[in-house]
């Protein structure tokens, strides 16, 4: 079974719009995947870039797989990290984390006028209730197992394939794969049976199990197959997705991944006032203010599109 969706657009951090894959109205979530924006490719206004300041999570992980560009976490813990391509940040918020997310501006010895080039996934990984309020930790990932298989070069960014692993650390079985191929390429990508899975194209086009997909198209698959037919005519990148179909019914609010409003309304008082998240130091841009959740309870399967 497979189900095409049509991403949305989206706007965060710095003016920047987006695409936002997951959550939607059809599918809320891949596996444990609860999140999912595709931000670029694209070139910022010299003194331009992504400017996402400090504000809080819960209940998830944070997964950025970076392609071009070079952004700046910072954290509550004190972590500091410039992320580049190839590389992956990995923070899990469990019981409550702050962090923010800046453009690393064009190097010393560029011209002043240089734009900063931006391309990124953004993904949140919902916490099973056993892990949710575990300590926060952070850790950036920039050896990822790299397998070329049938004109694809296959990044293993969390999870398993073709016997090779992540090293990011996850909490309920899951997958998260880029496929780069740059000239004709075809393969029967081995995957659990039990997973279900989602690909989404970045670059280029290409055929997931018989559609044909551009940026901006989700596909959806089912579980209860051992392959997935991946195939292009020409250059193109696209991720795959997947894990056991989460069983616990989440509440997604702003950046929050909790089960009960009462959790959302009390993260959203102790964030706003101050308290529980820590402090970010160091970020360019101004605090994140979190939004009145006066409303959940009406909308409970909603996720607030200012999400970041
Ligand atoms: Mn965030």
């Excluded at 292009?232 to 894990?243: H, T, W």
């Excluded at 009462?262 to 006032?273: S, Y």
């Excluded at 009406?298 to 200012?306: M, N, S, T, V």
């Amino acid at each position: 079974m497979t189900e095409r969706i049509e991403a949305r657009s989206s706007t965060i951090g710095g003016g920047l719009t987006i695409r936002r894959a997951l959550p939607n109205t059809r599918r809320r979530m891949v596996g444990a995947w609860c999140f999912l924006d595709h931000a670029g490719p694209l070139d910022f206004p010299p003194g331009d870039g992504l400017r996402v300041g400090p504000h809080p999570h819960i209940g998830l992980q944070t997964f950025t797989w970076l392609i071009e560009g070079a952004v700046v976490h910072r954290d509550s813990l004190g972590n500091e990290e410039v992320i580049t391509p190839g590389q992956v940040n990995l923070m899990t918020a469990g019981s409550g984390i702050s962090h923010s997310e800046d453009s690393v501006p064009p190097a010393h010895g560029k011209p002043s006028g240089s734009t900063s080039r931006l391309h990124a996934v953004q993904l949140w990984i919902a916490l099973p209730d056993a892990e949710r309020h575990r300590a926060p930790s952070f850790r950036n990932h920039p050896q990822l197992p790299l397998i070329e298989s049938g004109g694809f070069s296959v990044r293993v960014l969390a999870g398993s394939v073709f016997g090779h692993t992540s090293p990011a650390e996850v909490f309920s079985p899951l997958v998260g794969l880029d496929l780069l191929a740059k000239r004709p390429g075809r393969l029967a990508l081995p995957v659990s049976n039990s997973f279900e899975h989602a690909a989404l194209v970045l670059e280029g086009e290409a055929q997931v199990a018989g559609e044909t997909l551009a940026p901006g198209t989700l596909l959806y698959v089912g579980p209860g197959r051992d392959s997935i037919d991946i195939s292009c005519d020409s250059a193109a990148r696209l991720i795959v997705i997947g894990g056991t179909p989460f069983r616990e019914e989440i509440l997604l609010w702003w950046n929050f991944v909790a089960r009960t409003p009462a959790e959302i309304q009390q993260a959203t008082h102790e964030w706003n006032a101050g308290q529980r998240f820590g402090s970010v130091h160091g970020s360019p841009s101004a605090p994140l203010v979190a939004p009145d959740p006066a409303g959940l309870h009406l909308r409970a399967d909603a996720a607030k599109p200012a999400s970041t």
